[in-house]
Every structure is written in structure tokens, then in C-alpha cells.
């Protein structure tokens, strides 16, 4: 299974990684040769620097921006070092030691407008700002605006870095072949962030296959015709209370470990809109596997391309979707970490649908449910 970079470590990274190791013997030898006298606070900064030093070297392997970024990672691992040995001496990482953390943090940023975030990246740059909340740390009391203004340039640079980390990641989703901004992607690209999807081979369906998926499809029209109708739905079980929106998922959680799977007149959950008239409009239906892992049936091939979300977030109270796992690993407050789901697939019933079992973009759906509002 495919899933978004951020939340992995991306392979030209790995240089990076096997750099990093050598962090904690550099600091064992340095401590040998005379650094015992260093505050236990000034270990942790040369650390820091060492770590994002390594780190920056180590991508000069895996580079594969041209020789201008490598010549950027390596001036600022230079740079990074030279910093170590100053407070290693004793000195103040001072202006300078301010000056290249920061950079090399909004460069950071600067890279996440053209390619995703990875975890190596991340908590190499979160490794920069505690660095530089050493770095800028006071030595003699400050005056309350002094030490708020410390405190929000820190803020404001952990803000930055989650931002464009998220922008990074959906960018990259949306720009690739076959991809499509929003809830889910489409085989053969980038996912973004909470989307995870297997490998399918760039081919037309066979014919057999097309077959399959237009019988089951005809099938699934017919068998939920009757929920057109959210009474006749929610007398069968289905959850439709608060019903709003133009992507209400209706779960039936008495479907959800019957036995039954990808059976037409069974789904899972019912997705739902509701026009401009104040109509409910049935759209679509979702059928999931029983088990975390389990593979659905692509009974289509390439057509059918099942699906899975991983690091959502889980309200507690009210119990529902609140969101995707941050770039720094947190969920919002009151809610619980779902690593993966089962896999599912969508199957759209709306006639017109320009990808039945894909994705039903957000655009095709309002325009779509402007036209029901105005033949009522």
C-alpha cells in the first residue's frame, strides 16, 4: 500500500538517516576529548546541530535537485558544524548560530512548495527550532515583552514549518498524473495525506473486467434504489442523524461485521448530499472489508482500486471524523489516533458519474446537485 510521504521516510532520504547515526559517537568521542565541563543544556544544543549537520551532508547522496541545492546542504552543514565548535569551546552560538538556524528552517519551507514533506525532514527541522530556542534562550532576565516576543517568533516558526508541510503534501497529491485534490486519489499517483492505496499496473481493464464492474454496479443501483428515500435507510439501520452537507457517510454498523462482503444490497455506509432546496440526495454507497489489512476483490482491475485512510483523527464527544494526524505527529485535543482503517471503495449511483468506483469531485457534486434543486 501507497501512502502520503509526510508520514513516511522518503527514499533519497535514507543517506540522511545512516548520517544521523553517526551523531551519538561524535558526541561520546567529543565528550572523551575534554568536553565534560559543558552544561548538560549546551550537549543537547551541540547535538542538535551535529544531528541537523549529518543529516544535511547526508543528503548530498540522495540529492537529486541539481548541483545548487547540493551546494546549499552543504554550506549549511558547514555552517551547522562550525556553530558546534564554537559553543563546544565554550563561545555563544550567537548571531550566526541565530542566522543559519532560521534560514536553514524557511528554506525548508521554500522546498515544500515544489515536493512533500518526509519524517526525517520533519523532526530535523523541529531538531532546528528547539536548537534555536537554546540558541536565543536568555541568560539574564527579560522584560515581559521581550520574553513574549522570543516565545512567538518560536511559535510563529513551528506554525510555518506545520503549514507548509501540509501544503507541500497536498500540492504534490493534486499536481501528479491522476490524482485529484480532495478526499481520495485515483491509482498511480501521490496520495495525500490520510490515504493510503496499493500499487495497480497503468493498463486499460480487460474486457472481462469492465464486464464485472458494470454488473456490479447495475446491481448496486438496483438493490439501493429504495434508500433514495433517508426514512426507508435509516429504518434499515443506517446513522442519519444530523444529516448535512454534500458527503454525509451514513454507517450501518450492524453491515459492518455481518459476514457479508461487496454485496450490492449490504454496503457499508450510504453517502448522502443535500441540495440547495434542502433536498436529501442519495449519491453513493461505501463497502469496506471486515478486517484491517483485508484486500477488497478488484473485480474491475484497474477499475476498481480499493482504498484505505490512515492517521485520522477520532472525536471521542460527539464520536466522529475530526481530522488527519499533523505533520507533528498530533491529533486535535479530545481526540484519539486511528493508524489505518479497513480497506473500502466507493461505488457513486448518480447517473453521470465520471468515475463510478473513484472519486466524485467536489465541483461535479455541487454542480450536480444544482440541477436536482432546480427540477423541484
Same mark, same amino acid.
Do not use: C
Given at each position: 500500500m501507497i501512502g502520503s510521504p509526510m508520514y513516511q521516510l522518503s527514499p533519497e532520504h535514507l543517506a540522511g538517516l545512516v548520517a544521523l547515526t553517526v551523531v551519538p559517537f561524535a558526541l561520546w568521542l567529543l565528550g572523551r576529548r575534554g568536553g565534560r565541563g559543558l552544561p548538560p543544556v549546551q550537549w543537547v544544543l551541540v547535538g542538535l546541530l551535529l544531528g541537523s549537520a549529518a543529516v544535511h551532508a547526508g543528503l548530498l547522496v540522495g540529492n537529486d535537485h541539481g548541483p545548487a541545492v547540493g551546494l546549499l546542504f552543504a554550506a549549511d552543514a558547514a555552517f551547522l558544524v562550525a556553530i558546534a565548535r564554537r559553543v563546544l569551546r565554550g563561545s555563544p552560538a550567537g548571531?550566526?548560530? *541565530?542566522?543559519?538556524? #532560521?534560514?536553514?528552517? *524557511? &528554506?525548508? %519551507?521554500?522546498?515544500?512548495v515544489n515536493e512533500p514533506p518526509d519524517q526525517l525532514g520533519l523532526v530535523t527541522k523541529l531538531g532546528e527550532i528547539l536548537a534555536l530556542a537554546i540558541v536565543i534562550r536568555?541568560? #539574564?532576565?527579560?522584560?515581559?515583552?521581550?520574553g513574549f516576543a522570543r516565545g512567538l517568533a518560536l511559535c510563529l516558526l513551528v506554525v510555518g514549518t506545520t503549514a507548509t508541510s501540509w501544503f507541500g503534501a497536498f500540492k504534490v497529491s493534486a499536481a501528479e498524473p491522476g490524482a485529484i485534490a480532495g478526499h481520495h486519489v485515483?491509482? @498511480?499517483? #501521490?496520495?495525500?495525506? @490520510?490515504?493510503?492505496?496499493? $500499487?495497480?499496473?497503468?493498463?486499460?481493464? /480487460?474486457?472481462?473486467?469492465? =464486464? =464485472? &464492474? &458494470?454488473? /456490479?454496479?447495475?446491481?448496486?443501483?438496483?438493490?439501493l434504489a429504495r434508500y433514495a428515500d433517508p426514512a426507508v435507510a435509516a429504518a434499515a439501520g443506517y446513522q442519519l442523524t444530523g444529516l448535512h452537507g454534500i458527503d454525509f457517510h451514513a454507517s450501518n454498523p450492524a453491515y459492518e461485521h455481518d459476514g457479508r462482503t461487496f454485496d450490492p444490497a449490504h454496503p457499508e455506509q450510504l453517502v448522502y448530499? *443535500?441540495?440547495?432546496?434542502?433536498?436529501? #440526495?442519495?449519491?453513493? =454507497?461505501?463497502?469496506?472489508?471486515?478486517?484491517?489489512?483485508?484486500?477488497g476483490p478488484a473485480i474491475g482491475g484497474p477499475l476498481t482500486v480499493w482504498h484505505a485512510h490512515e492517521n485520522v483523527c477520532i472525536s471521542l464527544t460527539?464520536?466522529?471524523?475530526? @481530522?488527519?494526524m499533523s505533520p507533528l505527529g498530533t491529533c486535535? *485535543?479530545?481526540?484519539?489516533?486511528?493508524?489505518?482503517? &479497513?480497506?473500502?471503495?466507493?461505488?457513486?449511483?448518480v447517473? @453521470?458519474?465520471?468515475?463510478?468506483?473513484?472519486?466524485?469531485? $467536489?465541483? %461535479?457534486k455541487r454542480t450536480y446537485l444544482e440541477a436536482v434543486a432546480a427540477r423541484r
Open positions: 548571531r550566526l548560530g *541565530v542566522a543559519v538556524l #532560521v534560514g536553514s528552517i *524557511v &528554506a525548508y %519551507w521554500g522546498a515544500m536568555p541568560t #539574564v532576565p527579560l522584560r515581559r515583552l521581550g485515483q491509482a @498511480g499517483s #501521490v496520495p495525500p495525506p @490520510g490515504t493510503i492505496f496499493p $500499487e495497480v499496473p497503468s493498463r486499460d481493464p /480487460f474486457p472481462a473486467e469492465r =464486464a =464485472a &464492474a &458494470a454488473t /456490479f454496479l447495475g446491481a448496486t443501483k438496483l438493490a448530499a *443535500v441540495a440547495a432546496n434542502g433536498r436529501p #440526495v442519495l449519491l453513493g =454507497a461505501v463497502f469496506q472489508m471486515q478486517e484491517i489489512g483485508q484486500r460527539p464520536p466522529g471524523l475530526s @481530522g488527519l486535535p *485535543v479530545g481526540s484519539i489516533l486511528l493508524p489505518r482503517t &479497513a480497506d473500502m471503495i466507493h461505488v457513486w449511483l447517473p @453521470g458519474a465520471p468515475d463510478p468506483f473513484g472519486d466524485l469531485d $467536489e465541483a %461535479w
